[in-house]
Structures are given as C-alpha cells and as structure tokens.
C-alpha cells in the first residue's frame, strides 16, 4: 500500500511566521501535489511536482512556495502566515502515466491566529 | 470557471438502496475520471476511475457510468450501507496528471 506521511495533523502559527509543512512518500512516485480543503470549495491544487527539484504553479500559489530536494519529501512552505490561510492541507502523490490515481495522506488542520 | 461541478452539497439515502452521486464537467479535454471518498480528518481515498474510452466502469457495489456527449458522470452505490456515509469527490485529468475536483457532495447513510 502508499503510504502518504504528512508530519503534523495539527499546527497551531501566528500571523507573520514562517510555516513549513511535510510531506514523504514510500512509493518512489514520480509527482507530489499539494491542495488545501475549504468548506464549499473542495481542493484546491496550490503547487505540484513531477520530477526532483522541479515545481509547478497550481490554481492558487500565492503566499505559497514549495521545495522538493528529494524524491520522496516535498515541502510547502507558507513565506508569512496569514489567517486568511488557515485550512486543511492535504498532500498527494501518483506515479507517471495514464491513469494513476492520485494517493493522499490524513492532512494538516493548519490554523493562523 | 468550474471545471468540475458537484451540483448536490448533499445527498439522504437508506440503507440498502441505491445512492446516486452525479458530477458535471465543461472541458472536453478530460479523459480520466476519478471519484474519491474522504471520511472527517483523514486525507480522501481513491475509489475508482473511469476512462473516456469506456462508458461503465465496476468494482463491487460501486459502478461509474460516463456520458461524454453530456459531460456527465454518475457513481452508483449498491447497497447502500451505514459505512459508505461520507464526502465524495469526483475529480477530472486531462493528460496534465493534474486533477480537477469537484466540490464534492456529503453522503448520508441512514440505518
């Protein structure tokens, strides 16, 4: 089975700080994805990678950057933490190909005070 | 612009019948479907796909039908059971590997 780890479940920040967020795949995936879930919104792709040090703009980057040294671990990384980011941040992983489906670990709650 | 569109917030049904969750999408690029069940507090899991090339797809009690000249995608349930109580999305590829999800529809199995 994939495993999906994200590091916390919880995360309590204050407006201003610096937050990062991880994430490790066990299953030598090619692509990492990271969305956030809001209430009547669904998930939201914020950044996604195919490839080691590669990265790309998803429907909602901004206030975002995200960092993939290692094929298993890609981080998001909020640059100063606003309330209006307080969510749930969910990160995926798939491999390369026609229809493989997307496999995600349990989230991050993430509140900004 | 959605993409993806998940029209029921909703969805009531009892035990042992059938529930029906429909999904709508606009991009007539998409030729993956995907639907996912997501219980509160954990990440959503995958339940199964559909390629434009096929019409029905089944696995068990879960059925997806796909209507391309429509653009509109259906996840049958039978029976029913307490345990499929959950949010489901219906997500859309279109050879990008990225994923377009719904806003997903909250299934309520009543015993």
């Known amino acids: 089975d994939v495993k999906v780890t994200q590091s916390s479940r919880y995360l309590v920040k204050r407006t201003g700080e610096k937050v990062f967020l991880e994430c490790v795949q066990d299953?030598?995936?090619?692509?990492m994805f990271w969305y956030r879930q809001d209430p009547g919104l669904g998930l939201r792709l914020i950044y996604f990678?195919?490839?080691?040090?590669?990265?790309e703009k998803g429907d909602i980057p901004e206030g975002y950057s995200v960092s993939r040294e290692k094929k298993e671990r890609f981080s998001l990384i909020l640059e100063s933490a606003s309330t209006n980011q307080t969510s749930m941040y969910l990160c995926?992983?798939?491999?390369?190909?026609?229809?493989?489906?997307?496999?995600f670990g349990d989230g991050t709650r993430l509140s900004i005070l | 612009d959605q993409q993806v569109k998940q029209n029921s917030p909703s969805l009531s049904v009892q035990e042992g019948r059938i529930s029906i969750l429909n999904c709508d999408y606009t991009?007539?690029?998409?030729?993956?479907f995907l639907w996912y069940k997501k219980y509160p507090a954990e990440g959503p899991t995958f339940l199964i796909s559909?390629?434009?090339?096929?019409d029905k797809n089944e696995d068990g009690r879960f059925t997806v039908f796909l209507n391309k000249s429509a653009k509109h995608l259906s996840l049958h349930i039978v029976p029913s059971q307490p345990g499929d109580s959950a949010v489901y999305f219906c997500?859309?590829?279109?050879?990008?590997?990225?994923?377009?999800f719904g806003k997903g529809t909250k299934l309520t199995v009543n015993p």
């Open positions: 995926a992983s798939s491999s390369t190909g026609f229809v493989q489906p997307q496999h």
């Open positions: 299953m030598d995936h090619e692509n």
């Open positions: 990678s195919y490839d080691v040090k590669m990265k």
């Open positions: 991009n007539s690029m998409f030729d993956y």
């Open positions: 559909i390629s434009s090339i096929k």
């Open positions: 997500a859309a590829e279109g050879g990008s590997e990225k994923l377009v």
